[in-house]
């Protein structure tokens, strides 16, 4: 929608551009924290990770792109062939679009020309994020029921029932930040966490009393994206690798950056609602002014990917019943008192 | 003009998923036509400025709907419907009591005075003014139902636990 | 520009194939989901009429019942299940221990 | 700030929900071994007292709720009448629970939460809360159907309920939606200002959808082909309860919609429902051999004769209907506490063979069951007498000679099947070995309820008759 | 003592106090003497109660007596109101007498539970005392309907080998056909506001209800119900059945006391509220009425059971009822009144006796018997004496009835006298020869020599029978006295109505009429 002073034709080029660079950026910080993954699980593990190809292994995602491309890409017998090819295009391109809803900054003058940082902003971007990410299930299900294998169907069964069951304390979790920030919109939320309060405590939502929110969302997160310690769609150990068992090459690459760069859109979730967002010290001449913020939001959703990786390379997996009764037993009672304490907190003080 | 065009668009895409929902055998492929019907509709009501519900139905219906259904036909392992004959009643009744209600229902909007246009998002279904709604005229209904989805959960659970 | 009849003529349309649906559909499932097009029929009308009046309540509404949606669908596909368990089949024709 | 007064005009809803949470939330504390039978007790205390809270309403009568609701003389009754079905069946349902290893907590629980939904049906003014409360009394309804959870027929009869019930929803819905589309309001009483300054044709298929949809739930032909089916494989209590206090319900929210609004052109409707109703209901009755088949088939017929009161319009008619849900709920419900007694374990005996020869081996409950019956034929003495003498009296009062003249026809013929009962019960020899329970205390008062009140309104309806008036004139303004 | 202070509530007494007896006796042990006992007690009770009737009954006095009005129902307006005039109060008599002797002569051959049996009987004399004293067309409807289930319960559990068709069909054809007469109530409450008998025939008479098109359906659905209930003749069907298959006490009182109810209702009703159409309609209806006389009786020679005789017997009886009714005479009103009495009393003794003879043998096959006359010789007296009630020999009580009605029949046809007057000669036939077959001759059946003779029950059963027989043959005037008035409003409204030229908007009746004159005179004296 043509915003401000923005004409149309203006608009639409800036957007094209914006949507290159960040797809450019997520694609490599997706790359990369697949290296950084290696890396940090080999430290932890004792070991040194990728080292090969190139300093300290950093051109390591370059080969593993490579090969994805050139592996022979195999559609096994007996699957449903329409939605065995659906299932990880409709997995990958509903983790970008919710990308697309992310702010990384404020807006930035150019040529004269107020851009936002940020591809679209919309008054109900987080409920837009949060129905993307419902419809990234069908990704993980259907992959799973269209390969017609065991392994997958289990996997994808586990998947769909943990993303539904996550997705309420998800969700739940935010609705405090919601009553603290009154607005949907992630422009807004960012907006309302400016401040200190005695100069140096950050006004950030985490600190307004939403640390037990953000403990919820981080676990449900992590439930979301199944990542350890709630990978269990594709527990090797029991289901090979659970909905993408069947998949490969190009495909299985699809999954695989689907499932990373879900992570980054969380993290920057994370930043945004928890931890201010881009807020931070800003300083120095006008093209510092503009970068900083982003620097800011860039080092936090750093912060967070290092936490998965450190949360994979240290805990064990959870057994089904387990990860079930989490949810339901113990997140979504928290998450329901998280709610009615801060709304009674909201309106005692209105 | 835009907004015909993507009136036109989504809604025919409405349209050939419903109608695919009805074609298909499998009921997976009817799920995934259902889903588009859905997010077709979320669109249009986009169109209308309802961008509120719009959200809501991706997140509710598309969501969590349909996520159960196809949830539910994979744990069945569901396979394609097998063509019987059907019941008689249905046939005998239905076919010629839903055309008689159709026709009834094109006559009432041929009539009514629908005809007139509105501008886009001339009424905006914003979060806050539904919200406004929601917890002040229409409270009472929002309470309620919480006994709703209470009965729902616990039918749910009662109904599909295995007994010892 | 839109007339708001468009909206709801395609809305009768769905709502007619919600209905053809639940009449000629042989797996209880599918017949569920007819019933779930029906109501996303109807809630398009609530919402082309909404506009038409200028009035959120219809908005509203459409809200309530796409909660009252889910949770029937929760409850229905319980019942599906249990059907299933009991008798190994989905096809409304053999779920018939109660003579219709 | 909402007045206090608000909560009052909501109390026997809140003290069902809150009862209802009760029991489901102690059932899982008592241990494994525990005596669960106190849970009933509980239930039924929440039940008597939101009876009591129903009647200390009358002071409190008005709109609340930013005009959600409206309690008056006609929600009031309504109130009381659900809320003794609630409780009748209750405690009807002690010793069956343990017979047919069914839950307590969450039986209990669910009658009492869809209890709630039929409340606000009768006093909801707005077609929001109508729906929603239409939902919570269909969806405690459907999943009732299906607790007896080892036999393939009730879970069967949960899902015909339920399939064709939410497809009936989805009518009412759209009927709803053109309503909405021709007033632009949700309002009963909005939509009543509005059409009174002329209807459109929007009007006339948005009432005939919402018909469509409450004649499923009251099961008027047309609509009635999923009665038979849910009522045989649904546990006998069950029936009891839903074939009373959602149809009342949904008779009171008929009242509302039809009257209240003043909606035009539903005459026919109705009219061709009720001849239907009760000459597909009455013949589909003669040939039954499972009692809860026939009986309801009979409960069809007898949404056939509550229609016809309909037809008749107006205070008479309105005052017809009440007096006729009533007396149709103490009659029916004791024919199926019978029932569900005698059919003992996995409800085994429930065709008319396994009653021949009750009269010797159980003559009270033969002649409590006789009563009921005579009751729905309609003989003197009893509710049902009365009922349909003041329903067929409404209708002859507006000139429906003909609709009258159908409807004594048919309850002559229904005469028959109701007799065939009889005559099993005291005249057949029974052909196998049938054994008959121990009548316990509990059903023994649940079943002196209903044949008090059976009595009570054959011999004094005058009561009723002027509050079910009364209710009318609320109704009509 | 003043017994007037009794008079409102005399009605109310007599309805209701067999109906408390049976109330009572629910909660009585299972101890059968104790049950009988005090069944009849109550039934005894009851006949005391109803005979302060026709002691206080005034004769020429116009109108109801021992009215009782209040109302029930407020809204619809239903009025508990109860009255009697010459020719209720005799049914209301002739109810309550015969119970009494029902409740004997069941002392040993209830087969079943014998406690509901009493209880049964109880209610069921209760309803048929309610419908002949209900001046509420509600209250009579309600009364008349309660009737059919105690009497469908008795032949139906304490019937023989097929009772429950018979129950079945009775109950059917009787519930079926009343129906019409319930819409015809509705029809007139909705027209005039009253179930009340004596406001719709004022409002018919005096104009201002009119009925125009829809009296004619009117007039059927009230037919319809009483003729079935009489039964005249294309509806009789069930009689047979029902009488062969009831117990003896519900033949009696189905025979004796029910069946008056439809020709009760047809005087009340029928000519009452529209004697217009009943003028219109008498021929057909006179035709069935001969029809059923002479087919009855026809029938009844060719019956080789006994109780099934009676039964068509009483078709026939019936007929000259009817026939006496619509020959809108007094004598022919009267006489069909007194057929009423009479036949209850005669047959109701014949079914006795039949029933005795039941007891002893289990059949009521004719072939069966012969020559009783030898070993049962009380027994045949007393049959041979009720035979001839029941045949109509002079100073017997048929004949005053019969003689009566047919004596109407000429006045109004000569056609239907003649015809009618062949019903008494075919029913000596039929009659005598019956008894002939079962008394006379020689013993075809061995098991007939043993038979024992009347003991002191079943005579103290047969002795008010036919000591009521008796006394109604020899001295008709005590009932005739009340009837006669009431007979003659009828005929005298009649005559106006008959006289009307047709197109005159408003009927007056006589009485009306003369008030009014009187009204005038009064006004003109001052």
Known sequence: MPTGNLSVTTFVIASIIKIAIVLWVLLTAVAYTVWLERKVVGHIQNRWGPTRVGPFGLLQPLADGLKFIFKEDLTPPYVHKFLYILAPMLALSMSLIAICLIPFGNSVNIAGMNIPLQITDTNIALLIILGITSIAVYGVALAGWSSNSKYSLLGGLRASAQMISYEVALGLSLVGVLILCGTFSLHGIVEAQTGTWFGFIPKWNIFKGQFIAFFIYIMAAYAETNRIPFDLPEAETELVAGYHTEYSSMKFAMFFMAEYSNMVTVACLASILFLGGWTGPVFGPPILHALLPIFWFALRVLFFIFVYIWVRGTLPRFRYDQLMSFAWKFLLPLAIANVMITALVVALRS | ?164 | MVPISYYLVLSAILFACGVLGFLIKRNVITIFMSIELMLNAVNLSFVAFASYWQALSGQVFVFFVMVVAAAEAAVGLAIIIAVFRTRQTLNPDRVNLLKL | MIPSTDYIRLLPELILIVFGLLVMLIEPLLGEHNNRKGLGAIALMGAVLSILASFYQTGYEGAAFFDMIHVDTFSIFFHVLIGLIAAVVILASFEYLNLQQIRYGEYYGLILLSSVGMMLMSSAVELVLIFIALEISSIGTYILAGFRRNAPISIESSMKYFLLGSFATAFFLYGVALMFGATGSTSVYTIATTLAQGATPLAYVGIALMFVGLGFKVASAPFHIWTPDVYEGAPAPVVAFMSTGPKAAAFAVLLRVLFATEAPGWFWLIWASAVLSMTLGNIGALVQNNVKRLLAYSSIAQAGYILVAFAAAKDIGISAVIFYAAAYAAMNVGAFAVASHLANVGEKYVTLDDYAGLGRRAPGLAAVLTIFMLSLIGIPVTGGFLAKFYVFQAAMQSHLTGLVIIGVINSAVAAYYYLRVIVYMYMREPQRDVPVLKMPFALGVSLAACLAATIYLGVLPGRILDYAMASARVLVR | MNTAVIHPFILSLVTFVPLGGGLLLLAFPRRDRDIKVFALVVSILTFILSLHLPVHFVPGQAGFQFEVNAQWITSPNIHYHMGVDGFSMWLVLLTTFLTPLCVMMSWRSVHGPVKEFFILLLILESAMIGVFVSLDLFLFYFFWEATLIPMALLIGVYGHERRIYAAVKFFLYTMIASVFMLAGILWLYAHTGSFDFTVIQHAIQSGSLQLGSASKWLFLGFFIAFAVKVPMFPFHTWLPDAHVEAPTAGSVLLAGVMLKMGTYGMLRFNLGLFPEEAHRNAPWIVALAIIGIIFGALVAMVQPNMKKLIAYSSVSHLGFVVLGIFSFTTAGIVGAEFVMLAHGVSTGALFTLAGMLYDRRHTYEISEFGGLATSMPVYSTFFLVTTLASIGLPLLNGFVGEFLVLSGAFRANHIYGILGATGVIWSACYMLWMYQRVFYGTFRNNANRALVDVNARERATLWPLVAAALIMGVAPLIWTRAIEPAAQAFVSNDNTAAHMLPGTPATRSRAAQASLELHESQVSGQ
């Open chain 2, 1 to 164: 003009m835009l907004h015909l065009a993507l009136f036109l668009i989504f809604g025919v895409i409405a349209v050939v998923g419903a109608i695919n929902l009805i074609a298909q055998t499998h009921p997976i492929n009817s799920a995934l036509s259902l889903v588009v019907v859905m997010g077709s509709l979320a669109a249009e009501y986009l169109l209308l400025g309802a961008e509120f519900l719009g959200a809501i139905q991706v997140i509710v219906y598309a969501g969590a709907i349909m996520v159960l259904f196809v949830f539910t036909i994979m744990l069945l392992n569901a396979g394609a419907e097998e063509q019987t004959r059907g019941s008689k009643v249905a046939i005998i009744i239905g076919i010629p009591g839903m055309v008689i209600g159709s026709v009834a229902v094109a006559w009432a909007l041929i009539r009514a005075h629908t005809g007139a246009e509105v501008p886009v998002g001339s009424l905006y279904g914003s979060a806050q003014g539904i919200g406004h709604l929601l917890f002040r005229d229409f409270l009472l209904p929002f309470e309620i139902t919480s006994v709703l989805i209470l009965i729902a959960i616990m039918g749910a659970v009662v109904l599909a636990r295995r007994e010892s």
